[in-house]
């Protein structure tokens, strides 16, 4: 068993990984702004690193906790600030959106930028609950299960098998919103992004922030959501310790049909390398 290599540098060879500051400079033609609900979205063209509504204790492209531990006793958190009062009420509607849909598939667009190379592949996910999900692509072919205690993936008939417990993988992140309230385990803000080249982001409500979990794998996530419906659109997550960008757009999503247990088994030939973090 190989345990040198990370499951985000596993996930990077499976082309299996989120990463970036917050839709980052490279992959933007458009520009992020901080607004409440009832506010204008920007109509700026110039590559920008977008940026969220700041927490009273951090920027949006830092995770908001403090630089220095505070006393206890004396520690207390501040006010919530208009951005972060709506994104809560907008992620609280998310969830009242998919809590009672049993199961859920749709098709993928996935974005993938590497080292300057820009790449979009094609696949479908299929998720029930508790907290079961497959992503399945072909080109090139890509299968990532998880069960809700551990993660799986390969890459390629010969690609080695990268396995983690869900605290410790790259791709939870992606399926969170359909298993979790955001705001317990997320501080949340606001904004809205337009002419964006991610797939699921080219405009739209956007609600935002970092884990509670300063031990996450990941450093912060967005999620593109539908102003009228309140489905999730797209997602995007920025690892930490990787520079490749990720995003992901969901199409034609179904709710409520039977999906076979086969559909969340990975095959593994005997004698295949297992890489675990």
Not at 128 to 143: G, H, I, N, Q, T
Not at 209 to 235: I, L, M, N, Q
């Amino acid at each position: 068993m190989v345990r040198s290599l990370s499951i985000f540098r596993g996930a990077t060879i499976a082309a299996a990984v989120f990463t970036g500051t917050w839709i980052s400079t490279a992959c933007a033609t458009g520009q992020l702004q901080p607004q409440t609900p009832t506010s204008t979205p920007s109509t700026a063209t110039n590559t920008a690193e977008p940026q969220l509504s700041p927490s009273p204790s951090a920027t949006a492209a830092e995770a908001p906790t403090p630089s220095a531990e505070p006393d206890a006793a004396t520690q207390e958190e501040p006010p919530p600030t208009p951005a972060e009062i709506a994104a809560n009420e907008i992620a609280e509607k998310v969830w009242a959106f998919y809590r009672d849909k049993k199961t859920f598939k749709a098709q993928t667009t996935r974005w993938v930028m590497i080292r300057g190379h820009e790449e979009r592949r094609q696949g479908a996910v299929r998720f029930r609950r508790p907290d079961r999900f497959a992503l399945r692509e072909s080109e090139p072919k890509l299968v990532v299960v998880g069960d809700g205690h551990s993660i799986r993936s390969r890459s390629g008939p010969l690609g080695r098998l990268h396995e983690a417990s869900r605290q410790d993988d790259a791709w939870s992140p992606l399926f969170m919103f359909l298993w979790e309230n955001l705001t317990k385990s997320h501080r949340l803000r606001m904004g809205r992004v337009t002419n964006l080249r991610i797939p699921g982001f080219e405009d739209g409500l956007i609600v935002g922030g970092s884990p509670k979990d300063s031990t996450a794998t990941y450093k912060s996530f967005s999620v593109s959501v539908d102003e009228h419906t309140h489905e999730v659109r797209g997602v995007y997550v920025a690892v930490r310790r990787t520079r490749v960008q990720f995003g992901v757009a969901f199409t034609k999503p179904e709710y409520n049909i039977d999906i076979p247990d086969s559909e969340f088994v990975l095959d593994v030939p005997e004698g295949t390398e297992v890489v675990t973090p």
